[in-house]
């Protein structure tokens, strides 16, 4: 059954968030609109994501690479086995995505969708749905079915990467003749003449141009593809690697994660997608506008503005990994520039009055109409980092060997100190372990425990259950020991007397204080709870009468998760909160909620 229901999920911006974004960009220390497409990218960004402060990191270039039969016909300056060449050359490194993508600080995931002959390279991701396309100037390109089975792949490999933890998409492609394919999608699709949209591809003669123009006349007059029928379109005269990156779109547009668009392949495969799903177009930030004639009227037909002109024609998902560090600068704009009333400076005269939206938001508390329900509130941009901070803590259990500063030890573990405790008492203690020595027997202590714990569960969570590891331990380069001292501040602490274990709870809320901060600072956090505590206390040469409540893994990871792994790996999922709810009285729905 095929999935391209998933066009159904694409849906409209949060409108709502980017109007917020527009407004908050119009309080920073700059003139209005100063920064041009950079707040139109940051408006656009905070409407994808529905975060007022978006991020695009980490960022991953899917490059999809397939053969054309269409290359029979002579329509290329380079011979067709430059298609298997170059995927070579990408897993290598040595091709110009590979340099130009390390300095973006982007991943590069090359897929064989369908280049001909098979490889045995590391890293490379095989989903060849056929070895090449067949030549469209004698018959339909592929079938209906293999397009669609195309279209799939490039779901599942986005699918991949955003449940790995990708922020943005950046798109790239492979494959000699691809050019050709892509003026007669762009000529049937956008009923535009083949002669506009036609271009030099990879450097051809003027002579070989008119040959070109004419396989694509003749293909489109054999196939006759529906205009109305976008895989019928795509079968008949496209790729393989287009109808791939067609699915990663579709597949991150349902996911809300920005799609940055190369050259003229990619901007023909957007179309295809925009007229599978309309709104995808909005999900697409177009990275430059190469010189290929198809390309302007491709980004005109989706109405994306570029953000470059270096007259590329490269491709690869060259333009767009140049994109990404000016699409990284517009998240980064509205979350670290001052506001001119925290900065203290004047704004022109004609911008002297705080946006309705900021007005309402940050009432003066020497404004008497100001309500109480808002004069404590945190600004906009506060406000949403607390939230996001909540919102995207994660059990990290794979660490960077990367050390973590002092600098930010210290703040995190001063997050900790500031918890709220019962009575004031503060009872916890940090050991900060970094010898490898103890780690390792910290490791030694868990692992057992997991072992013992693995038998009492069966089924899926039986088979999920060997896949939790807490290897963090040895990863990590610091690993926490939260101690709770139940004797702290006396016996008679005030508001404890009834519930001796407030004492533990108030140890939890510095765990909390403390992994909410770890998330805003970019490190990663794992909360170990297999051992027993005599053990653990042996070790530490902890007091009898201390607890050691936590082993805390903290370093930096490759991949905060887009959810709780228990959650995306099938273990459980996460209760709905209006179940959740009671009035007055154990059992009786609390209904107010209903309505939000």
């Known amino acids: 059954m095929s999935r391209l229901g998933i066009t159904h999920h694409v849906v409209d911006l949060d409108h709502a968030v980017s109007k917020a974004m527009e407004q908050h960009l119009h309080s920073l220390t700059k003139p209005k609109g100063s920064l041009g497409q950079l707040e139109d990218v940051a408006i656009q960004l905070a409407g994808i994501t529905g975060d007022l402060f ?31 060449q170059m995927v070579n050359n990408f897993i290598s490194g040595g091709a110009g995505i590979n340099v130009l993508s390390r300095t973006a600080g982007a991943a590069v995931y090359v897929v064989d969708i369908g280049v001909r002959g098979d490889f045995d390279l590391p890293n490379l991701i095989s989903r ?29 490999v986005a699918r991949q990467m955003i449940d790995q933890g990708a ?120 990275s430059h506008e190469s010189v290929e004639p198809g390309h302007k009227i491709a980004n005109r037909l989706l109405g994306i503005q570029p953000i470059l002109q270096l007259n590329l024609r490269l491709g690869e998902g060259s333009g767009a ?98 918890a709220p405790s019962v009575g004031f008492m503060q009872p916890w203690n940090f050991i900060i372990i970094e010898s490898e020595h103890i780690k390792q027997k910290l490791h030694d202590v868990a692992n057992k425990e997991v072992q013992i714990a693995g038998q009492y569960f069966e089924g899926k969570r039986g088979e999920l259950y060997t896949k939790l590891k807490v290897h963090g331990l040895l990863e990590a380069p610091i690993t926490l020991c939260v ?3 139940p004797t702290r501040d006396g016996t008679h602490v005030l508001g404890r007397n009834t519930i001796p274990e407030t004492d ?30 005599g053990e653990v206390r042996d070790l530490l040469h902890i007091p009898p009468h201390i607890d050691p409540i936590a082993l805390i893994s903290i370093g930096y990871t490759s991949t905060f998760q887009n959810k709780p792994i228990l959650e995306s790996v099938g273990w459980n999922e996460r209760q709905e909160l209006k179940h959740l709810l009671f009035s007055d009285t154990w059992g009786t729905p609390y209904d107010h909620m209903m309505q939000l």
């Open 128 to 156: 060849k749905v056929r070895h090449g396309t067949d030549n469209m100037a004698h018959g339909p390109a592929m079938s209906y079915e293999e397009a669609i089975a195309a279209v799939e792949v490039g779901m599942d």
């Open 483 to 485: 101690t709770n001292d």
């Open 504 to 533: 533990v709870y108030s140890v939890v809320c510095a765990i909390e204080n403390l992994w909410l901060a770890a998330r805003a600072e970019g490190l990663g956090v794992g909360w170990v709870s297999f051992y027993k505590k």
């Open 321 to 418: 990994a140049l994109a990404i560090p000016l699409v990284r600068a517009a998240t980064l704009i509205p979350k670290e520039m001052s506001t001119f009333e925290h900065a203290e400076v004047s704004r022109s005269v004609d911008e002297s009055v705080t946006p309705p939206l900021l007005q309402n938001e940050i009432p003066s508390l020497n404004n008497q109409s100001a309500s109480f329900a808002t004069c404590h509130e945190f600004d906009a941009h506060h406000k949403a980092g607390v939230y996001k901070a909540i919102y995207e803590r994660r059990d990290i259990r794979s660490f960077l060997k990367q050390p973590v500063e002092r600098e930010k030890l210290w703040k995190i573990l001063d997050a900790a100190h500031h």
């Open 54 to 84: 978006p991020v695009i990191d980490p960022a991953v270039i899917i490059l999809m690479a397939a053969d054309h039969g269409v290359t029979e016909e002579g329509i290329s300056a380079f011979p067709a086995e430059v298609t298997r």
């Open 167 to 286: 922020k943005s998409i950046a798109l790239g492609e492979m494959g000699i003749g691809n050019t050709t394919a892509s003026s007669a999608l762009l000529a049937v699709l956008g009923q535009v003449p083949v002669e506009s949209v036609v271009g030099l591809g990879t450097g051809i003669t003027d002579k070989a141009y008119e040959h070109k123009i004419s396989v694509i006349r003749k293909s489109i007059a054999l196939n006759q593809p529906n205009p109305l029928d976008p895989i019928d379109v795509l079968a008949k005269v496209g790729g393989l690697e287009i109808a791939g990156l067609v699915g990663v779109i579709l597949e991150s547009a349902a996911s809300r994660i920005p799609v940055i668009v190369d050259g003229f392949i990619t901007a023909v495969a957007a179309f295809i997608a925009a007229k599978l799903a309309p709104h995808s177009s909005q999900y697409l930030i177009a």
